[in-house]
């Protein structure tokens, strides 16, 4: 029986650092530097879910192991379609820009405005 689907933020930061075995400083750090996006409560406490913890499960192992810097496991997720939360906002704005553009252009074939 399942208490809680895979992206609901449920572990603090010990207890995800205790399953990942690493210390709760490493999980800060990756934070940020933009490789995981923890929830925050109103309370401003990190919530891990558990794909949260299958991805760093995943950093940890690329930098532990293979001894990968943070910017060469950033282009490994990258590569294996990974995209990271800085990259989702920035697809997010030009996503908004791109339909401003659109309303923008539907007054007149081509998609130009003439200044009034």
Do not use: K, W
Request: charged residues 30%; hydrophobic residues 35%.
């Amino acid at each position: 029986m399942r208490l809680h689907g895979p992206d609901e933020p449920v572990y603090t930061i010990g207890v995800a650092a205790r399953l990942l075995d690493v210390n709760p400083q490493m999980l800060r750090v990756l934070e940020r530097c933009g490789l995981v996006c923890p929830y925050r409560t109103e309370t401003n406490i990190r919530l891990y879910s558990e794909n949260d913890l299958l991805l760093l499960r995943r950093i940890c192992y690329l930098i532990r192991e293979e001894r990968i810097n943070v910017a060469g496991v950033r282009v490994i997720l990258r590569m294996e379609g990974f995209m990271f939360p800085d990259e989702q906002q920035e697809m997010s704005d030009q996503d908004a820009e791109d339909e401003d553009e659109e309303r923008a252009g539907r007054g007149r074939p081509g998609g130009r405005t003439h200044p009034t």
